[in-house]
């Protein structure tokens, strides 16, 4: 009987479930391949996981609130290549250009929140949108070449490891626990659940719908510029498409944390967790020597099964 | 007539779930030409006996009679088949199609495989002339009033020519008119030879209806008697267990408080050039047909749609407001009528639907204080008698404890004008007379409170002054003296005051 309700319990807290998932992996996969337990190796995952996590902030607070943010991807690349070009040269530290991109992004979040509660443009839209919008502005911008990175904050934030750990594994805390914050211990955080659930009610117990919409698209801009950079710093390196990956991936992680794709249930302590198993997948994946068309069938395929057997979405 | 076989029977059936036993050996017979009321709390079991009788459960135990014969295993086929109909309470109809598509939806006459629209609407106008839906039957049902499209609703049910008729809630959002149309309905189809299962918290149409009682009480047959033995407080005590005391609290000699409505030339929605001023301490109530603008009203003076004034003092603000919050920062907190998609945020706790309107309020460092949010959940859940962990998500609730979450989340806001809409809806007689006696006492409180009621007992007795609103405007405004069912139904339907005093 209380084995029974252990496992109730275990069942109605996906981020925990998530969390003894990924250490099962982890802990099949260091025993049967060589290598992958090493320290190294495990700290490569998670500092992946890192720029995964920290696009997958925004994206959860997005979709807690009932809407997705589809520009995400976009939004990396527009860092990743923007970041590099206007780095002013009479900036040694590198920190205005750093402020210059991720005041971009923020603002492109923005205009995805004024055209989602404005301009009443469902957030499916509005957001793809601007992300083909965004993707155009790149090519006639970047005229498709890769832009190296100079500014010595970015390399810095893509290389130092302080006391062994990675820079990004350290920004990805800071960001955890500021979104942990903002959801679990501040009103907005109440809100935007309240406004996922049910807008009209939300609405007419005094929330104030299109002031919360727009922190939230805003939020998820500037997350999406912060991991560009990170993954700017990691790669020394933007191109056109560098953030491609992390579109599906974001949206993958929030809903392998056990957040409800349709809004107001869930919380970034599942998305944690989320982003590793789905780094980890994919290493085990390449293990695996297969082309890289397989790959991507595996991939998607593994998604797909892992949200099967958690069977996360109950039934409303 | 009594002694006819009963066209349906349920006998000894128990039903649980998940362990939870809801029906525990309840018997229940309807017999043609019968109508039979079911009456109980909610929560009491009625919807699951309703569910069983109509095949869309399966009994655990005990067996279910069709004409005397024991029958295996009702599904919700063949209990059409046999002739069930059954009207919910909540609407299932399809807001897109017209109302003739609605009504013949599912047994829609076919030729040549086909819908025979033309046989589709000859029938369909024919049962509309029964329901008196006088609306032209290519109407989209969306375009309907809740009452409207109750109606319809039965119309669908009667299309399908059913020898049992099980009206839940029938008429929860019907006005006075409709009312009696579907009481004479019944007459008719009960005389037909048609069994009736007749679900309704208003005792007084039961009353005047059903001639045959059963009454549930957490899962269990507490009365099956005919109605001529027993009186409203009778029926009352079967259903509370308990002496129900009076249903409506007194009422205090009018203070005179200070004026927290003063509004002229009021016009929101479908609402035009209402004036009206009232103060503290007062219960007022807005009564009329259902859909006249009522509704409309309130959400423009909350700030929920647009809505303009000549003159409006709100709450001792400058009116009409532009967004909800500022209507909150005024001291104006709203009930919405539907309390499921407007009132509560379903899948989330009991506490943080308490908590939603006052976020913001009790914090400490910058960020929620956890220890005095649980005081105040703590607070409210006992004020209003909410009983149970409040970590529960706020659907689990039976409807009349659904209703105390949707009041009691504004208390800590101290509204001093709460817009009411219908808060009695679809709730028990027990916890209707709590929420009338909370209502008087935070009138006593000094606050002035506007109540929209469907159910004009309510405003005849709970109410210090009536509002009556017909086709968007003010057809009467009733003073203490001169309420009246009477001169409610009559403003409503349009009668002018002079007539009747003539």
Same mark, same amino acid.
């Given at each position: 009987?209380?084995?029974?309700?252990?496992?109730?319990?275990?069942?109605?807290?996906?981020?925990?479930?998530?969390?003894?998932?990924?250490?099962?992996?982890?802990?099949?996969?260091?025993?049967?391949?060589?290598?992958?337990?090493?320290?190294?190796?495990?700290?490569?995952?998670?500092?992946?996981?890192?720029?995964?996590?920290?696009?997958?902030?925004?994206?959860?607070?997005?979709?807690?609130?009932?809407?997705?943010?589809?520009?995400?991807?976009?939004?990396?690349?527009?860092?990743?290549?923007?970041?590099?070009?206007?780095?002013?040269?009479?900036?040694?530290?590198?920190?205005?250009?750093?402020?210059?991109?991720?005041?971009?992004?923020?603002?492109?979040?923005?205009?995805?929140?004024?055209?989602?509660?404005?301009?009443?443009?469902?957030?499916?839209?509005?957001?793809?949108?601007?992300?083909?919008?965004?993707?155009?502005?790149?090519?006639?911008?970047?005229?498709?070449?890769?832009?190296?990175?100079?500014?010595?904050?970015?390399?810095?934030?893509?290389?130092?490891?302080?006391?062994?750990?990675?820079?990004?594994?350290?920004?990805?805390?800071?960001?955890?626990?500021?979104?942990?914050?903002?959801?679990?211990?501040?009103?907005?955080?109440?809100?935007?659940?309240?406004?996922?659930?049910?807008?009209?009610?939300?609405?007419?117990?005094?929330?104030?719908?299109?002031?919360?919409?727009?922190?939230?698209?805003?939020?998820?801009?500037?997350?999406?510029?912060?991991?560009?950079?990170?993954?700017?710093?990691?790669?020394?390196?933007?191109?056109?498409?560098?953030?491609?990956?992390?579109?599906?991936?974001?949206?993958?992680?929030?809903?392998?944390?056990?957040?409800?794709?349709?809004?107001?249930?869930?919380?970034?302590?599942?998305?944690?967790?989320?982003?590793?198993?789905?780094?980890?997948?994919?290493?085990?994946?390449?293990?695996?020597?297969?082309?890289?068309?397989?790959?991507?069938?595996?991939?998607?395929?593994?998604?797909?099964?892992?949200?099967?057997?958690?069977?996360?979405?109950?039934?409303? | 007539?009594?002694?006819?076989?009963?066209?349906?029977?349920?006998?000894?059936?128990?039903?649980?779930?998940?362990?939870?036993?809801?029906?525990?050996?309840?018997?229940?017979?309807?017999?043609?030409?019968?109508?039979?009321?079911?009456?109980?709390?909610?929560?009491?079991?009625?919807?699951?006996?309703?569910?069983?009788?109509?095949?869309?459960?399966?009994?655990?135990?005990?067996?279910?009679?069709?004409?005397?014969?024991?029958?295996?295993?009702?599904?919700?086929?063949?209990?059409?088949?046999?002739?069930?109909?059954?009207?919910?309470?909540?609407?299932?109809?399809?807001?897109?199609?017209?109302?003739?598509?609605?009504?013949?939806?599912?047994?829609?006459?076919?030729?040549?495989?086909?819908?025979?629209?033309?046989?589709?609407?000859?029938?369909?106008?024919?049962?509309?002339?029964?329901?008196?839906?006088?609306?032209?039957?290519?109407?989209?049902?969306?375009?309907?009033?809740?009452?409207?499209?109750?109606?319809?609703?039965?119309?669908?049910?009667?299309?399908?020519?059913?020898?049992?008729?099980?009206?839940?809630?029938?008429?929860?959002?019907?006005? &006075?008119? #409709?009312?009696?149309?579907?009481? !004479? /309905? %019944?007459?008719?189809?009960?005389?037909?030879?048609?069994?009736? $299962? +007749?679900?309704?918290?208003?005792?007084?149409?039961?009353?005047?209806?059903?001639?045959?009682?059963?009454?549930?009480?957490?899962?269990?047959?507490?009365?099956?008697?005919?109605?001529?033995?027993?009186?409203?407080?009778?029926?009352?005590?079967?259903?509370?267990?308990?002496?129900?005391?009076?249903?409506?609290?007194?009422?205090?000699?009018?203070?005179?408080?200070?004026?927290?409505?003063?509004?002229?030339?009021?016009?929101?929605?479908?609402?035009?050039?209402?004036?009206?001023?009232?103060? &503290?301490? #007062?219960?007022?109530?807005?009564? !009329? /047909? %259902?859909?006249?603008?009522?509704?409309?009203?309130?959400?423009? $003076? +909350?700030?929920?749609?647009?809505?303009?004034?000549?003159?409006?003092?709100?709450?001792?603000?400058?009116?009409?407001?532009?967004?909800?919050?500022?209507?909150?920062?005024?001291?104006?907190?709203?009930?919405?009528?539907?309390?499921?998609?407007?009132?509560?945020?379903?899948?989330?706790?009991?506490?943080?639907?308490?908590?939603?309107?006052?976020?913001?309020?009790?914090?400490?460092?910058?960020?929620?204080?956890?220890?005095?949010?649980?005081?105040?959940?703590?607070?409210?859940?006992?004020?209003?008698?909410?009983?149970?962990?409040?970590?529960?998500? %706020?659907?689990?609730?039976?409807?009349?404890?659904?209703?105390?979450?949707?009041?009691?989340?504004?208390?800590?806001?101290?509204?001093?004008?709460?817009?009411?809409?219908?808060?009695?809806?679809?709730?028990?007689?027990?916890?209707?007379?709590?929420?009338?006696?909370?209502?008087?006492?935070?009138?006593?409180?000094?606050?002035?409170?506007?109540?929209?009621?469907?159910?004009?007992?309510?405003?005849?007795?709970?109410?210090?002054?009536?509002?009556?609103?017909?086709?968007?405007?003010?057809?009467?405004?009733?003073?203490?003296?001169?309420?009246?069912?009477?001169?409610?139904?009559?403003?409503?339907?349009?009668?002018?005051?002079?007539?009747?005093?003539?």
């Amino acid at each position: 009987m209380k084995g029974a309700s252990f496992t109730e319990r275990l069942l109605r807290n996906p981020p925990l479930l998530t969390f003894l998932l990924v250490a099962l992996v982890w802990i099949v996969a260091s025993l049967t391949l060589r290598g992958f337990g090493a320290y190294g190796h495990l700290r490569y995952i998670l500092e992946l996981s890192a720029v995964i996590g920290i696009v997958a902030a925004g994206q959860t607070l997005v979709i807690l609130l009932g809407g997705i943010d589809l520009s995400v991807g976009a939004v990396i690349t527009v860092t990743a290549i923007l970041l590099p070009l206007i780095s002013p040269d009479w900036d040694p530290t590198g920190l205005v250009g750093i402020a210059l991109a991720l005041l971009i992004a923020a603002a492109i979040g923005f205009m995805n929140g004024v055209g989602q509660a404005f301009l009443k443009v469902p957030a499916i839209i509005m957001t793809l949108a601007m992300a083909t919008f965004l993707q155009g502005l790149l090519i006639l911008v970047a005229g498709g070449s890769a832009v190296s990175v100079t500014n010595k904050a970015v390399i810095l934030l893509g290389s130092a490891r302080p006391a062994g750990v990675p820079a990004g594994i350290i920004l990805w805390i800071v960001v955890s626990f500021v979104v942990l914050l903002l959801i679990h211990r501040l009103p907005i955080g109440a809100r935007l659940l309240a406004l996922g659930a049910n807008p009209l009610a939300a609405r007419l117990s005094g929330v104030d719908v299109n002031r919360n919409s727009l922190i939230g698209y805003t939020l998820s801009g500037f997350f999406a510029g912060l991991a560009g950079m990170l993954l700017l710093g990691m790669n020394r390196q933007g191109y056109v498409g560098i953030g491609d990956p992390y579109l599906m991936t974001s949206i993958a992680a929030v809903v392998l944390g056990g957040t409800s794709i349709l809004g107001g249930r869930g919380t970034y302590a599942g998305t944690i967790p989320g982003a590793i198993l789905l780094v980890t997948t994919t290493a085990l994946i390449t293990v695996v020597n297969a082309s890289a068309g397989w790959r991507s069938v595996m991939f998607g395929s593994l998604i797909l099964a892992l949200l099967l057997v958690s069977g996360r979405e109950a039934r409303r | 007539m009594d002694q006819a076989t009963p066209l349906i029977e349920a006998r000894a059936v128990s039903k649980a779930f998940f362990g939870n036993p809801v029906l525990k050996g309840v018997g229940i017979a309807l017999r043609p030409g019968r109508v039979h009321a079911l009456l109980g709390e909610n929560g009491a079991g009625k919807s699951t006996l309703i569910n069983l009788l109509s095949g869309a459960l399966q009994p655990d135990d005990g067996e279910i009679l069709i004409d005397g014969k024991p029958v295996a295993r009702l599904t919700p086929a063949s209990a059409r088949a046999a002739g069930i109909a059954v009207v919910q309470q909540e609407l299932s109809l399809a807001a897109e199609l017209s109302i003739a598509e609605n009504i013949g939806l599912g047994a829609a006459p076919r030729r040549f495989g086909m819908i025979d629209y033309g046989a589709l609407s000859r029938r369909a106008a024919e049962i509309c002339g029964l329901v008196g839906i006088t609306e032209p039957l290519d109407l989209p049902v969306g375009e309907l009033s809740l009452g409207r499209r109750q109606m319809v609703e039965i119309a669908k049910a009667l299309f399908r020519q059913p020898r049992i008729l099980i009206l839940d809630e029938p008429t929860s959002s019907l006005s &006075a008119h #409709e009312v009696a149309i579907l009481s !004479g /309905l %019944v007459r008719t189809l009960a005389a037909r030879g048609i069994a009736i $299962l +007749y679900i309704s918290h208003r005792l007084n149409e039961v009353q005047s209806l059903c001639s045959h009682v059963t009454v549930l009480k957490d899962g269990v047959v507490t009365a099956d008697q005919s109605l001529a033995e027993v009186d409203a407080e009778g029926l009352v005590r079967l259903m509370v267990g308990r002496d129900p005391g009076e249903v409506f609290p007194p009422r205090g000699t009018p203070s005179g408080g200070e004026e927290l409505i003063d509004i002229e030339g009021f016009s929101a929605g479908m609402v035009h050039d209402v004036s009206l001023r009232a103060r &503290a301490g #007062e219960i007022v109530g807005i009564g !009329g /047909l %259902v859909g006249q603008g009522q509704e409309d009203f309130m959400l423009g $003076l +909350y700030g929920a749609i647009d809505a303009s004034a000549r003159r409006a003092m709100i709450g001792g603000r400058p009116g009409p407001f532009a967004h909800v919050r500022a209507a909150n920062a005024a001291g104006l907190a709203y009930v919405p009528a539907d309390r499921k998609k407007e009132g509560l945020v379903l899948p989330h706790s009991i506490a943080s639907n308490l908590l939603l309107p006052s976020l913001g309020t009790l914090m400490k460092h910058g960020m929620r204080d956890r220890a005095a949010e649980a005081g105040l959940v703590a607070r409210l859940a006992e004020r209003l008698t909410i009983k149970g962990d409040t970590s529960r998500a %706020v659907q689990a609730l039976s409807g009349g404890n659904q209703q105390k979450v949707a009041l009691a989340k504004w208390l800590p806001l101290v509204p001093r004008v709460l817009l009411l809409n219908d808060p009695t809806r679809g709730v028990d007689v027990g916890t209707k007379r709590e929420i009338y006696h909370m209502l008087r006492s935070f009138a006593d409180e000094g606050k002035l409170i506007l109540l929209i009621s469907s159910d004009t007992p309510e405003l005849v007795h709970l109410c210090d002054r009536v509002v009556v609103f017909r086709e968007g405007a003010v057809a009467a405004e009733l003073p203490r003296e001169a309420i009246s069912e009477e001169a409610i139904v009559g403003a409503a339907m349009g009668l002018g005051a002079k007539d009747r005093a003539a």
